[in-house]
């Protein structure tokens, strides 16, 4: 008789010898640990208070109804996965997002997080200047380098995030880059020398007959 072996999922096996079995965190955990860095992402992505608040109570919605389906992994990675992925699909919808989901009892402890929102709030602004060059690059572009510069995600994590290839990653942050140093130029010390700086004289000798000045 011809028996068959039971295929175990890994994430049913138990731990290694010495490590501690993983277990799921509840959703007070996610909340208090985690929402202050997914308010700081989605601030950055979008660059205002509202949209950033709204975008954040999204993604704790998705977190919330994915949290059981969650397999052992980076899960920060995760976290940036959801965020950037609820920012690009609110941009492609191009209208705003209802929370009726989200519980009042679930509000409210995301409301308290252990960081005061003014706080919070600061830590997420960038630079005025900065703020506005990022809003101004296409939002493929814009989570591509907010991920990278901002947030300090290698290529191959940014990749693993957006679920593109390292190639387009690369060439994503490229033109974001190239955009935001065009858009910045002007808070450049040289460029700013170069722009205030008087052109010398120009002195020379006229040509014996054309009468052109030499430089």
């Known amino acids: 008789m011809t028996t068959t072996t039971p295929v ?55 977190v919330f109804r994915s949290l059981e389906r969650y397999q052992p992994g980076t899960f920060e990675g995760w976290l940036h996965r959801i965020t950037t992925n609820v920012f690009l699909d609110r941009m492609r919808r191009k209208q705003r997002i209802r929370f009726d989901a989200l519980s009042d009892e679930g509000a409210a402890r995301l409301a308290s997080r252990e960081r005061g929102p003014e706080q919070t709030l600061t830590d997420a602004m960038l630079d005025d200047d900065v703020q506005r060059a990022l809003d101004a690059l296409k939002p493929e572009f814009r989570a591509a380098v907010v991920l990278c510069d901002i947030e300090g995600l290698t290529y191959e994590e940014v990749a693993d995030v957006l679920g593109i290839k390292l190639g387009t990653v690369r060439s994503r942050i490229h033109r974001g880059r190239s955009q935001l140093r065009t858009a910045l130029a002007h808070r450049d010390p040289a460029a700013r020398r170069a722009s205030t700086t008087p052109a010398p004289r120009r002195t020379g000798m006229r040509g014996p007959r054309l009468g052109i000045v030499g430089a």
């Open 8 to 62: 175990v999922e890994q994430s049913m096996l138990p731990a290694a010898e010495g490590e501690p079995a993983w277990e799921r965190p509840t959703w007070d955990e996610v909340v208090r640990e985690h929402s202050g860095r997914v308010y700081r992402l989605a601030y950055r992505l979008t660059g205002n208070q509202h949209d950033a608040e709204d975008l954040t109570h999204d993604v704790f919605i998705r």
